[in-house]
């Protein structure tokens, strides 16, 4: 009998068989990439990107729902949210903190709040967001101002795309961009602080380190019609 086993080659089932195992269900998802390391005094611009399909958070309940759980979030866990902006599919936000375990756990805790409201809002089931959070590290004066144009004047970006106009001193009012005190016109901070809510109402904290805080200063101040690049961290 042990001879005659050894003529034969038994076929296997499943394992490496071309085909075998679960089919997958939903779309390919990206690969999961390292994150990019960092240290606790460098800023991080994120970006939360929402699912094809869904209802742009710039409509006033989804954007009062980001507005709300931001202002739960921004300073949780070792993370502190210093900006942000609200576009139609995605959200952009400029973040201090402690470690990579800590924005782990920032995030998370984020993302779940937010989904839960939105779909009460929307109807329907699944998640909300695409996929994985994109994170670029600031590393210099010259990057986090970089990053700091692209959140803050991030409509005038999209709107330049689709042929829009906004005015000379127009800010975005679903972004931190009227509590910002870096415009290169000081008449136009005095006016905001003046006309537009109080700073507390905003779901932000001031910056801690020193590239948020000065650091970026060393590059000028930013222009509010400024029409800022892509970022290597948006989707958009």
């Known amino acids: 009998m042990a001879a005659q086993t050894t003529l034969f080659r038994l076929e296997k089932r499943g394992g490496v068989r071309k085909g075998a195992g679960r089919k997958r269900l939903g779309p390919k998802r990206l690969p999961h990439r390292a994150r990019q390391s960092f240290r606790h005094y460098q800023p991080l611009h994120v970006t939360l990107k929402l699912k094809k399909g869904l209802p742009s958070l710039r409509w006033r309940p989804l954007a009062r729902i980001i507005w709300a759980g931001l202002h739960v979030a921004k300073d949780r866990y070792g ?22 375990r800590a924005l782990s756990k920032a ?29 670029h590290v600031l590393k210099t004066p010259a990057e986090t101002r970089a990053a700091l144009a692209y959140v803050l004047n991030n409509k005038r970006r999209h709107g330049k795309q689709h042929g829009q106009r906004f005015g000379d001193r127009w800010v975005d009012p679903l972004s931190s961009a009227g509590n910002f005190d870096g415009w290169s016109d000081r008449d136009l901070v005095t006016e905001l602080r003046k006309t537009g809510p109080p700073p507390d109402a905003y779901p932000v904290e001031k910056a801690t380190k020193w590239l948020l805080k000065e650091g970026w200063r060393k590059r000028g101040l930013i222009d509010v019609c400024e029409i800022p690049g892509r970022q290597r961290s948006a989707i958009r």
């Open 79 to 100: 993370v502190r949210v210093v900006e942000f902006s609200i576009q139609g599919d995605h959200i952009h936000l400029i973040l201090e903190a402690e470690g990579a």
């Open 107 to 135: 995030m998370q805790a984020l993302c779940i709040r937010l989904a839960k409201a939105l779909r009460k809002e929307i109807g329907g089931s699944g998640s909300v967001f695409a996929d994985r959070y994109h994170v």
